[in-house]
């Protein structure tokens, strides 16, 4: 069944926007999280990569007295630090456990274009040299287990050939997953739409601007741009 088109914006997206909002100009910078000695929840405010930001934005937006606690939650299994496979590496894994908690829901099947899609994961486990905490804490087999897990897990995208119907149905403050060809990824990048003049547009922490942003370019044309990625799935908050 198809979704309502967007007549109206829900109050708590448009909370994470303005919550988002407040980070621009912040710098991009990758790895800010990481610990040399042992996995521990580090809590960035001066510099985001797309995945923290996004985080980041979440948590202001949903108990902005209680951070470091929220982002526990939303960061960690269970919302408990375990090692570092306990954290939620694959934004697949993240947003399955943000459903499940009752966070978000995935919207995207009921947009034009839906196609169903399944991953499969095996980037972090395949190229461990990449990752010298996954090393330390010896837990490559646990992510090998996880990886299998959400490889069985299905998700939708609307592959960006055919975006053009499914824009209209987009609301501000939607979360929007950018699915990849990269062999053993699911989402090469998230950030937040924000809609303009009826057209979507992304607030996120990009890599090219080297700072959070809106998009100068719509949605559409940002991801044709890119000859890596593939579509969008797209979750919203739920009220």
């Excluded at 914006?9 to 909002?21: E, I, K, P």
């Excluded at 797309?50 to 934005?57: K, Q």
């Excluded at 269970?78 to 943000?98: A, F, I, M, P």
């Excluded at 972090?124 to 992510?143: F, G, I, T, V, W």
């Amino acid at each position: 069944m198809a979704l309502p088109l967007c007549s109206g914006q829900s109050a708590v997206n448009d909370r994470l926007v303005r919550s988002g909002m407040k980070f621009l100009g912040k710098p991009y910078r990758s790895g800010t999280i990481e610990s040399v000695d042992f996995e521990k929840c580090i809590i960035q405010n001066l510099s985001f990569d797309c995945y923290t930001f996004v985080e980041r934005a979440l948590a202001e937006t949903l108990d902005p007295t209680h951070l470091e606690e929220k982002i526990l939650k939303l960061r960690y299994r269970e919302g408990k630090v375990e090692g570092y496979c306990s954290r939620l590496h694959y934004l697949s894994d993240w947003l399955l456990t943000q459903i499940k908690n009752n966070v978000f829901q995935d919207v995207t099947s009921g947009m034009p274009g839906a196609t169903e899609l399944f991953f499969q994961l095996n980037f972090m486990s395949k190229h461990p040299q990449l990752y010298p905490a996954m090393q330390r804490d010896r837990c490559l087999d646990e992510m090998k287990e996880i990886e299998t897990q959400v490889s069985k897990k299905k998700f939708y995208f609307i592959p960006k050939s055919t975006l053009d119907p499914a824009l209209q149905y987009i609301k501000n403050g939607d979360l929007i997953a950018i699915t990849t060809h990269k062999k053993g990824l699911d989402f090469s990048h998230v950030g937040i739409a924000v809609i303009k003049n009826g057209v979507p547009y992304l607030l996120h922490a990009s890599s090219d601007q080297k700072k959070v942003t809106i998009s100068k370019r719509s949605l559409k044309e940002y991801l044709n741009r890119n000859n890596l990625q593939t579509g969008i799935s797209v979750f919203r908050l739920v009220p």
